[in-house]
């Protein structure tokens, strides 16, 4: 490894400290900051393939593992004394943190599809998301509150969202088929696998490890239908088992930051080729150049979520917020 992959580490872990964790994670913000100025750390990090040096990744391994939450310099120790089995998790697991709060930025552009939907969720992990007819809403809004519950009746899971420059979705859609495609699915019903979801929880994120637990406990009464495989060469023969008379959905939140650019163009091709699929994606401002170039002002770390490639709105990073764009 040459001394530009690392300095380009240690920005990453700059950036990430600065611009994802500093108001969303005291503590990942203060080890981010640390590993980035830590070169026996940044050293360990640097004989991991590319994509296993991402920070959610490290940082959750750790506490996997019991490193605790304290602060850097007791993470660095442990670290050091634990490398060997941290670095074996990190290898054998993924970022599939599965946010069940983003189904609240995705309901309003499901909410304009007027048939029954196949669902089909690029990147599931456990699922979760594949289950925005089982939870129940909450927009705040200038005019108040609006609050939509499943046809069952109130859910266990209760999704909270800001709301601004957008009306609030007024109807929960029929999802009548629904099947995900990740490369290792998480099998929710498997309590180690389970525990893993809840350690990419950041830590000071209570709310969210709750809404894991009951969300989980949904999705586990009736386990959706994963296939294990990569999405371009997945995806079509998934759309192809999707029933008749249904309007099919391609969506994928938070996934394709881990796709290595040139696939993400393919598959946005591919996704625009699909004149039968309603595309939704929710992903970083970068991630997407094309759908990012539409938004021509400060994202402050939200998302960018595009309907079939057009920009209708930033979000935050766990479905808290949506502001509607013009």
Not at 60 to 88: C, I, K, P, V
Not at 209 to 227: F, K, M
Not at 285 to 308: H, M, S, T, Y
């Amino acid at each position: 490894m040459t001394e530009l992959d690392a300095d380009s580490l240690r920005e990453y872990y700059r950036k990430f400290a600065q611009l994802e964790a500093t108001d969303t994670s005291p503590i990942y913000a203060a080890w981010a900051s640390g590993v980035a100025q830590d070169d026996e750390v940044i050293k360990h990090l640097l004989d991991l393939p590319k994509p296993k040096r991402q920070a959610n990744l490290l940082f959750a391994a750790a506490r996997h593992l019991g490193a605790g939450e304290g602060d850097y310099a007791a993470l660095r120790t442990w670290l050091l004394e634990h490398w060997e089995m941290t670095r074996d998790l990190m290898l054998a697991r993924s970022t599939q943190t599965n946010e069940a709060g983003r189904c609240a930025v995705l309901l309003p552009a499901l909410a304009q599809i007027e048939r029954p939907i196949s669902l089909i969720e690029v990147g599931a992990s456990a699922g979760l998301c594949l289950y925005p007819d089982r939870y129940s809403y909450t927009y705040t809004t200038e005019s108040g509150p609006v609050t939509l519950h499943p046809k069952d009746g109130p859910s266990t899971v209760a999704l909270a969202c800001e709301l601004t420059n957008a009306p609030p979705p007024d109807r929960i859609p029929e999802v009548a088929w629904r099947t995900g495609i990740d490369l290792n699915p998480i099998d929710i019903t498997d309590g180690d696998q389970q525990e893993w979801l809840r350690s990419l929880i950041w830590p000071e994120h209570e709310l969210r490890r709750d809404r894991l637990s009951a969300a989980a406990s949904i999705v586990s009464a009736e386990p959706p239908r994963l296939v294990p495989g990569d999405l371009l060469e997945t995806v079509d023969s998934v759309l192809s088992e999707a029933p008749a008379q249904t309007q099919k959905v391609v969506f994928h939140s938070a996934v394709l930051a881990y796709v290595e650019p040139a696939e993400r163009e393919r598959f946005a091709v591919l996704m625009r080729s699909r004149d039968d699929v309603v595309w939704i994606s929710n992903e970083g401002g970068g991630v997407l150049p094309e759908i990012g170039a539409q938004v021509d002002r400060e994202k402050d770390g939200r998302f960018v979520l595009a309907v079939d490639g057009r920009v209708i709105a930033l979000t935050g990073p766990h479905g808290q917020s949506y502001e509607g764009l013009d």
